[in-house]
């Protein structure tokens, strides 16, 4: 009796196993259900010349950024292999800015505080001639 307990605990804990294994590899090679728990879009931005005044960019080719998950973390992320640090800020869909200009050095991370979900937001950047891939999550 003792014997069938324990094939029967040890049959359970293994198909547990492999169900949290498979999801898990779902989750990581997905694509499509990797987006939707861990939520990523790139801006790349080319400047031939120092950006004096703000310019609008455009995540994954769209202008506007609109947090439309649970799972986004609304942080900034200005890639380690961008040409420097850059000036950005956030403006509403009335042109309105919700979060004024922060810094967000290579390599580094800004956490947007204040930001709504499911709201559209536009970015704007000044930064010094170079290349930089900014990413939000």
């Not at 987006?35 to 080319?46: C, E, G, L, N």
């Not at 609109?66 to 799972?71: A, H, K, Q």
């Not at 509403?92 to 505080?113: H, R, T």
């Amino acid at each position: 009796m003792k014997s069938r307990k324990t094939m029967l605990s040890s049959i359970i804990a293994i198909a547990l196993a492999l169900v949290v294994i498979s999801c898990c590899l779902v989750v990581e090679n997905v694509g499509p259900v990797k987006r939707i728990f861990f939520p990523m879009v790139t801006a790349v931005v080319d400047s031939a010349d120092s950006m004096d005044e703000w310019e609008g960019i455009s995540f994954n080719d769209k202008n506007e950024l609109t947090f439309d998950s649970v799972f986004w973390n609304k942080e900034i992320t200005n890639h380690a292999n961008s040409g420097s640090d850059v000036l950005l800020r956030v403006k509403d869909v009335n042109g309105e800015i919700v979060v004024d200009e922060f810094q967000v050095l290579p390599g580094k991370s800004v956490k947007l505080e204040g930001l709504k979900n499911n709201e559209k937001y536009f970015f704007e950047i000044k930064a010094t001639k170079g290349r930089f891939f900014i990413n939000a999550t």
